[in-house]
Structures are given as C-alpha cells and as structure tokens.
T-cell receptor
Framework: DAKTTQPTSMDCAEGRAANLPCNHSTISGNEYVYWYRQIHSQGPQYIIHGLKNNETNEMASLIITEDRKSSTLILPHATLRDTAVYYCIVRGGTSGTYKYIFGTGTRLKVLA | GAGVSQTPSNKVTEKGKYVELRCDPISGHTALYWYRQSLGQGPEFLIYFQGTGAADDSGLPNDRFFAVRPEGSVSTLKIQRTERGDSAVYLC???????????FGEGSRLTVL
C-alpha cells in the first residue's frame, strides 16, 4: 500500500481557506486518495475521495496533481468546528483488498 | 439511531481476562472494518469483512485477537489473555459499497489494568 506523508500540524484563521497537503509519491494507478477527519473523541468522518480528477462536495475540494504524487484538501471557509485531525489515505486496491491505512494525520487548529 | 453502534462504550478489565467487543453496522452494509487507536495515533487497521468472511485480517497483531461476523451483520472482536498493551479505543466502521464511504462508530475504550 502506498504511504502518505502529511504535516503534523497546521493553523488556519476562521473564515479563511484551509489547505492541507499530502504526499503519496508511491501511489499506483488504481489507488484512490481518501480524506477523513477525526474530531476529538469521535470516530473518523469521511470527507471526500478521488482518483485523478479534482473533486468537490459540500464539505471540501480535493485537488490531485497530474502525476498523482500529491494532493491537497481544501476547506474553503474554515470554521472553529473544523478543528480536527485530518487523515489522507491511499486505499489499498491491489489483490482485491480494500483496507484503509491511516497515518498520523495533520492536526488542524482553526483560530478565532 | 441509524449509525454504527458499538458496545460497550467503556470496558475495564484485568490482565489475562477475555474481552468481547460488539459492533452493529448500518443495516444493509456489507463491509465491516475494525481498527484500534492508541492515544495520539491514527487508527490502526485490524481486519475487514465483506459479508460473513474476513477479506483481510492482516492487521490482527497476534493470535489472541479474533473477529467474527457469522450472519453478515453484527461483528464481535474477541481478545484473549488481555495485556496492558491492548488498552486502546477499538473502532468499528461499515460501508455499503466497495470502495465507498466508511461510517465509523464512537468506539469502545478498552482499559487493561
């Protein structure tokens, strides 16, 4: 499974866009990029996923570079409730398995 | 509620005891995952089921850990001869389609004294 690398922590001002980077240089052609977040003491929550095209939903946008070796999760207008740990995951898709391997994530703190 | 339900929410046990943790997935979800999470770490994959069968159990740390899902719905994670290092939050998640969104429960916090 491809490994992901994320910054340990980031701060963002409330109302500004939060851009969370992720490196996945060993990603293979059939592996998707997923983003989850975990607010303190809760289970992880799905945000978005993509293969190679940029994706947008009501929560966030996902920008994947053309070579697919990195991606950025964008929260367009961060609020205090977006303070959480954000996990970038490359889903294992080889040999028919679909396990999601979480790293240590990026701890995002949204500041008032 | 319609979400993933895990019981118990908290379990305190003594070293060497046997523990069972239960997960009730969202109705109709065929995929079910178990993770464990230690303080300050991301969730660690243990096992996932597709229907009744374990599709990938490569994350189970040793033979003291076992999980079942006999009817393709409720799953039980079983830990024998618990050790202090087993203390963690055990998370369960279910999914409706292959490769789709996973829905996580609130977790079962296990403390081994």
């Amino acid at each position: 499974d491809a490994k992901t690398t994320q910054p340990t922590s980031m701060d963002c001002a409330e109302g500004r866009a939060a851009n969370l980077p992720c490196n996945h240089s060993t990603i293979s052609g059939n592996e998707y990029v997923y983003w989850y977040r975990q607010i303190h003491s809760q289970g992880p929550q799905y945000i978005i996923h993509g293969l190679k095209n940029n994706e947008t939903n009501e929560m966030a946008s996902l920008i994947i570079t053309e070579d697919r070796k990195s991606s950025t999760l964008i929260l367009p207008h961060a609020t205090l409730r977006d303070t959480a740990v954000y996990y970038c995951i490359v889903r294992g898709g080889t040999s028919g398995t679909y396990k999601y391997i979480f790293g240590t994530g990026t701890r995002l703190k949204v500041l008032a | 509620g319609a979400g993933v339900s895990q019981t118990p929410s908290n379990k305190v046990t003594e070293k060497g005891k046997y523990v069972e943790l239960r997960c009730d997935p969202i109705s109709g979800h065929t995929a079910l995952y178990w993770y464990r999470q230690s303080l300050g770490q991301g969730p660690e994959f243990l096992i996932y089921f597709q229907g009744t069968g374990a599709a990938d159990d490569s994350g189970l740390p040793n033979d003291r850990f076992f999980a079942v899902r006999p009817e393709g719905s409720v799953s039980t994670l079983k830990i024998q001869r618990t050790e202090r290092g087993d203390s963690a939050v055990y998370l369960c998640a279910s999914g409706g389609i292959i490769g789709g969104e996973l829905f996580f429960g609130e977790g079962s916090r296990l403390t081994v004294l």
